[in-house]
C-alpha cells in the first residue's frame, strides 16, 4: 500500500482496522486528556480522537496513535520493523556483484534509495488558516497540561525542525515545548540532540537566532522518524522516506525551513541563541517531575498555520511503560540491523521497556573471546544515543534479552561481582534521569552476566549447564501428555 499520506490518513486508517475510538464527552487538555491518555495506555486501549475539547470549539485532538508495535508495523506495511533498518543496511551488506545480472540488480537495490529522497511542493494544506504573531497564536492551539505540578502548558509531540545550511541537512527532533504566553515558548532540546548542535552551532558564529520549525501531526513514518536517534549527518527528511518506503514532500516556510507539506499545524519562527529561560518542571518518562529545572532557548513565533477542522496531537509521560514505550521499541527493532552491521557479534537486544531506554539494555551475544562483553558495553556506550544508556548487561547467546527470568538467573549465576561489573564514573548521561549528580552527568554500569572463559576465570572451565537426556525424554512423552489432560483447575504448561 502507499504510504499514508498524513495524520488523518492515519486516523482512517485506524478507524477501519477497528482501532480508533471517538470521544463525544466534554474534555480538557487540562488534565483531563492526558489523564485519561495514560489510563488508556497502561490497559493497552486503543487510539483516541476527542472530538469535543472544553474551550478550543473548532479543534480535535488525537492520542495515543502508536497503542501497540503491531499495528505501527502494519501502519507501516511491513510485517517487522527490523525491515526498515535493513533497507539501509542492506545495500552495504550486499556481496560485491562481480558478474552482469549481480551487477543489474545491485544498480536496482541503489536506484530504490533515490526514491525516498523528499522533494519539494509548493502547496500544503495547512496554509488554509494563519495566524499572524500579534493575534497571539499560541493561545488558540489545545496545548496540554500534562501533570498537576507541571510549570506550565507544552507542546508534548512537537516535531522542531531546524536545518544545517553548511552541510545541506534537515533535522527533526521531538523535544517537548513549554508554552510562556501566546507568542513564545521553550524549547526542550537535551545536549546531546540535534536542534542543541544547530544551537551551539549558532552560538559559535555568532549568530543571535536561528530561524525554526515546530510540525504538530504528520503521518506516523515522518512521526516515528522525529523520534528516531538517526546518526548525523543523515538527513531526517531522507530517513523518513526510508521509513515510508517513499520520499515526503517538503513545502518551504518564509523563513527558509523545509517543513513536511502534510503537517496538521506548522509554528514558524526562530530560536533566540542567547535567550535562556527556566523550562519545567515536567512530569517525564522517567516517571519523575524533572529537577533541577534547567534553563533551554526561547522559540518566538512567527505565524501559526494550520488545516481547516484542525487536529491537535499530543503524548504523555509518566510512570512507564507508556506511549513513548511503544515508540522506543519501535526504534529498538528497526535499528538493530544496524548495531548488527557495526557489532555482527549481538544476537539480540532488549531495551525493557520500564528501564526507561536510557536506563537498561540488555544484549545477547555470540561469546568469541576474552573480554569480549566487555567489548559491547563500550562499543554501544560509544554509538549514538545508546551512549546514553545507564545501565547494560551482556548475556550469552543462549539467553534471550526478553525473557527476564533467564536474565536474572544468568545475572545471579554468571556473575562474579568482583570481576564482571564495570563502574564508569563521570559519564554523560541522559539529561532527566533522576539519579543524575549534575543534569546529563551521571556514571554506567555494566554487567557481564556471560559465562567465563578460562582466561577470564583463572584457568577454571565453566561448568556444565545441566540437559534433559532426550531419550529419557522420548520415554516419559506419554506419562507427560497423560498430565497434560487431565482436567483440573490447576493450569498446566509442560
Ligand atoms: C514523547 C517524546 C518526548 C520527547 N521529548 C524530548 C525532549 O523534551 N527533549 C529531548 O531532547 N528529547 C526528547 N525526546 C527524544 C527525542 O525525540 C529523540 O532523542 C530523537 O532522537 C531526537 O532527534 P535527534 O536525534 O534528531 O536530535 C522525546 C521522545 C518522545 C517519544
Redesign the pocket.
Known sequence: MDPLKDLRGYLEWLEDNGILVRIKQPVSPILEIPAILRKVMYSKGPSLLFENVKGFENWKIAGNLFPNLKTLANALSVQKMEEIGERLVEPLNAPLPLEFFDKVKSIREISKISSYIPKKTSKANFTENVIEKDNNPLDKIPFFKTWPKDGGKYG??PMVITMDKEKNVI???????MVLDGKKGVI???I??????MHKKALEKGEDKIPVAIIIGSDPGTMLT?????P?PLD?ALFAGIIRNKGIELYELDNGILVPSNAEVVLEGYVKTKELVEEGP?G??WGYYDKPVEKYPVFEVDKVYFRDNPIYYG???GIPPL??AI??KA?ERMFKPIINFLLPEVVEINYPPEGVFQGMLIVSIKKMYPGHAKKVMNALWGL??SSLTKIIIVVDSDIDPNDIGKVIWAVSSNVNPEKDVLIIPNSHSD??DPSNEYPSFGSKLGIDATKKLPEENNGKIWPEIVEEDPNVLKSIENVINEIMNFKSNFKINL
Open positions: 508534548t509531540f533535522n527533526m527532533g521531538v523535544y517537548r515545548f526542550h532540546w537535551q546531546h540532540k540535534r536542534g542543541s548542535m522525529s523520534v528516531s536517534p538517526v548525523y531526517k515536567f517525564d518518562h503524548s504523555v509521560t506511549e513513548d515508540l522506543g526504534i549514538g544515543q539529561a532527566l
